[in-house]
């Protein structure tokens, strides 16, 4: 009801601005026309008339902001309300009915795997709220080099246990180019709420037929893509930069039939942003689906990450070895003894 009312507000206060900013423009012509001998008069009426439509303006633009956060913030307030109820009431219900009813153990292995998931879905809305009021801090976090391979393996993992998905349903595909280059400098935890953030938001809003593909790549050598696309609800180009507002939630039909507290996007480009990254989504329209983007510096060699290459030989043992080598192989002949690729070994006798 309360948002019903902040909508139809929104025109009211529309109309009222446009009014006085045409009030205010006719005033200055009226004041032009009439003053238009005395310079210094006229001077000062155009300036004080054009102050006062700016005024106007930018009145109306903060009153129809204020009005649209005021109905962000009580959607992510009815929306957190449902997700804490919710799962208490169910989780209540069943442990009313196991101390007032002697059940089999089927039935209570079965309402003990509810009430977990309860649990979970309870704590994971907890721990958003949480994540989302310490995601604008300006603070520093623990970095170190991570594998963005590992945590996104992980994070598909988790996502595929949690809403029982196969892999035809949730794909993983890895296109970096080494291992070195899917190494970032971040904290852990903060990287996987960002990714399982990614992850639940594609399969909430892909409906009943998922179908979702999750690629790590490498656009260049200084950074790794994690790029998930889905078929789902989409979105039309100028939602694209919305979605990532706090509290902000699409306002389409099919976006509302689906719970959410809006700040699960939010979490991800404050994420992004304090590991020196960037997020971003596409879309060709409502209905064709969407791709989201996590966007990451690739870690540097000096950090310690990507030294070594997967199955790879040392950095030392490549290259030059045949070239230090050859000086050995005259100045060694009769010793019974021949260089290696890494220095000596006794020959075979």
Not at 310 to 331: C, K
Not at 336 to 349: D, F, H, I, W
């Amino acid at each position: 009801m309360i948002r019903g009312s902040h909508r139809r507000s929104i025109p009211l206060f529309i109309a009222v601005g446009s009014v006085l900013v045409g009030l205010a423009v006719a005033l200055n012509i009226g004041w032009i026309v009439i003053s238009w001998r005395e310079g210094l008069l006229l001077a000062v009426g155009v300036v004080v008339s054009l102050l006062i439509v700016a005024g106007v303006v930018l009145n109306t633009i903060f009153l129809v902001r204020e009005i649209r956060r005021n109905e962000q913030q009580d959607g992510f307030l009815n929306a957190v309300t449902h997700e804490l109820k919710t799962p208490v009431a169910s989780i209540r219900l069943y442990l009313e009915t196991l101390q007032s009813r002697v059940v089999d153990e089927a039935t209570r292995a079965e309402f003990y795997r509810v009430m977990m998931e309860d649990t979970q879905r309870l704590q994971s809305t907890i721990e958003q709220v949480l994540m989302a009021g310490a995601a604008g801090a300006a603070h520093s976090v623990g970095r170190q080099p991570l594998s963005m391979r590992e945590l996104t393996e992980e994070s598909v993992a988790l996502c595929r246990a949690r809403h029982h998905l196969g892999d035809e349903h949730l794909q993983f595909d890895n296109r970096c180019v080494t291992e070195s280059r899917s190494m970032v400098m971040g904290n852990r935890e903060d990287l996987l709420a960002a990714l399982r953030n990614l992850l639940e938001n594609a399969v909430k809003y892909s409906g009943k037929h998922i179908r979702i593909v999750v690629t790590l790549r490498n656009p260049d050598s200084s950074r790794v893509q994690f790029q998930i696309s889905d078929e789902g609800v989409g979105m039309s180009a100028s939602e694209t930069k919305r979605i990532f507002k706090r509290f902000y939630r699409i306002p389409s039909a099919a976006s509302m039939r689906v719970k959410g507290t809006g700040l699960g996007l939010f979490i991800v480009a404050q994420m992004a942003k304090r590991h020196g990254g960037r997020a971003f989504a596409e879309s060709e329209g409502p209905g064709r689906g969407s791709i989201f983007t996590l966007e990451l510096p690739v870690a540097p060699l000096e950090s310690g990450a990507g030294l070594f290459e997967e199955g790879a030989e040392p950095v030392a043992a490549r290259g030059d070895a045949d070239e230090h080598s050859a000086p050995l192989r005259v100045a060694l002949p009769a010793t019974g003894v021949e260089p290696g690729p890494m220095g000596t070994k006794e020959r075979a006798r």
